[in-house]
């Protein structure tokens, strides 16, 4: 494993190259999470193809909340990394490992209390709330290990790493589909057997990372860089809690959307679940493109490189469109044979499932190049130390993404849910693009000498 300089070469290049790695680690991520749906949804039936979807925003709540933290944290890291400040960074290093460690503990108390109040909140139809329960306190026993993961990806993505992750990721796809046809089809395991499988998957990624993370030397801090230091835990956390609030409140907003959904019946919540287990497939390339733009703006922060900032943030946007445009032909053209991998039932069941998922993919797919520029923007702040405006973002969408999903139904009938996604997205975005402007402008000044 090697670091990357990204303050030197041509932004457009140095983007591609950092997120091609991603973007195939996330397909494979993508996979497994299809294969656990394809096999839960084939073997197990429609109701617990329901029961899965009733669990996904609570399982992404906090996996959200993880992500936030280990995120916010890498963001010193790309800092340091790009101002070539190696002491600071294995302090940073130091510190982010105890507060992880701190936050694991707590989130995993959390999990186990609030699964089953969170579920009843969404109003979860009774015949796939015990399923869903099981599933969530299963995959929340492993969250210490999704926080070790998250944590040794992101130091080094921070480092300008993308290869690392994506292998860690093409192991963790394998185990998980021999584990889930293991577990779920032969054994008879059924929705726990799925959980399971994923949390050893989990693990088999996050102890590749840590192999990695071991042998650079940069990434390695002393017995002195843990001694307790609370300014440094307080600058982390700083990064850290408003991205991890971000992603909260965005899954609450989604949960209120999705007890809306669990209220038209257990058919519209499968055909509903069916798309979002594409989701993943639609936002791959945002989010690679999404990592790569924090490491850069990062580094080139931390070089004092203003200009090279926007050249990278203008190239990633185009790059970003161009993707988005082609995934949409793709899922509005081949959408429906991989929707049919997901729904079984009679064939009634099937085709109300189907009319519901392919309507939802297709509005989705159109309105997908908003979600692609939402985390270009996002993401370039990000790296630029500010992780509070995408907070304040964050709750634009929550805002609209609810409103959309409480109003929407009521006055135009219950599939006009399915605009509440492109809706969301266009609120956070507006918020995004006005703070880029003012922090460029805020960063110039300061470079330049104005005050």
Same mark, same amino acid.
């Given at each position: ?13 140095? $983007? ?24 839960? +949804? ?15 925003? =609570? ?22 990394? /790009? ?6 960074? !294995? ?50 026993? *492993? ?16 480092? *300008?790493? +993308? ?17 889930? $046809? ?5 054994? *008879?395991?059924?929705?726990? /057997? ?29 017995? %002195? ?51 979002? !287990? ?11 493109? *999404? ?31 161009? =993707? ?19 729904? =079984?039932?009679?064939? %009634?069941?099937? %085709? ?9 993919? +297709? ?33 634009? %969408? ?54």
């Amino acid at each position: 494993m090697k670091a990357k300089d990204m303050t030197t070469g041509s932004p457009l290049k140095l $983007i591609i190259l950092f997120a091609l790695p991603l973007m195939v680690g996330n397909i494979f991520q993508q996979l497994y999470v299809v294969v656990d749906t394809m096999v839960v +949804g084939q073997v197990l039936g429609v109701q617990a193809l329901a029961a899965v979807g009733a669990a996904d925003w =609570t399982n992404w709540m906090m996996l959200g909340i993880i992500q936030g933290f280990t995120q916010g944290f890498s963001i010193r890291i790309s800092q340091n990394f /790009g101002a070539g400040n190696m002491k600071q960074l !294995k302090k940073d290093v130091a510190a982010s490992a105890v507060l992880s460690v701190v936050m694991a503990a707590v989130l995993l108390l959390g999990g186990q209390l609030g699964v089953a109040p969170i579920l009843k909140l969404q109003h979860t139809p009774m015949e796939v709330l015990p399923h869903s329960l099981l599933y969530l306190r299963i995959l929340f026993a *492993g969250i210490p290990i999704v926080m070790a993961y998250n944590l040794l990806s992101a130091l080094l993505r921070a480092l *300008g790493d +993308g290869k690392t992750p994506l292998y860690a990721i093409l192991i963790a796809c394998v185990v998980n589909i021999i584990l889930d $046809i293991l577990f779920v089809k032969v054994f *008879g395991f059924g929705i726990a /057997g799925a959980a399971v499988a994923t949390l050893i998957a989990q693990l088999c990624s996050a102890i590749f990372c840590l192999y990695a993370v071991s042998r650079l030397s940069l990434l390695k801090p002393q017995r %002195e860089d843990f001694r307790p230091d609370t300014e440094l835990y307080g600058k982390l956390m700083w990064l850290g809690a408003p991205m991890a609030f971000m992603n909260a409140i965005i899954a609450v907003g989604g949960m209120i959307v999705q007890s809306v959904v669990n209220s038209f019946g257990v058919m519209f919540l499968a055909g509903i679940t069916a798309t979002n !287990k594409l989701y993943g497939l639609l936002e791959i390339a945002a989010t690679s493109y *999404g990592y790569a733009m924090v490491t850069y703006t990062g580094q080139n922060l931390g070089a004092g490189k203003p200009e090279r900032i926007k050249k990278g943030v203008r190239a990633a946007l185009i790059v970003a469109i161009l =993707t988005s445009a082609l995934i949409s032909v793709c899922m509005l053209f081949f959408g429906k044979p991989i929707l049919k991998l997901f729904i =079984t039932g009679t064939p %009634e069941e099937i %085709e109300a499932a189907m009319y519901i998922a392919y309507r939802y993919l +297709g509005i989705m797919s159109v309105f997908l190049f908003i979600l692609y520029v939402l985390h270009i923007v996002r993401s370039a702040i990000q790296g630029l130390g500010d992780t509070v405006l995408p907070m304040i973002s964050g709750f634009a %969408e929550f805002f609209v993404r609810t409103g959309a999903a409480l109003i929407l139904p009521r006055l135009f009938g219950q599939e006009s849910i399915y605009f509440t996604e492109a809706s969301a997205w266009i609120g956070a975005d507006i918020i995004l693009i006005i703070s880029y402007f003012v922090r460029m402008r805020q960063l110039n000044r300061r470079f330049s000498g104005i005050v």
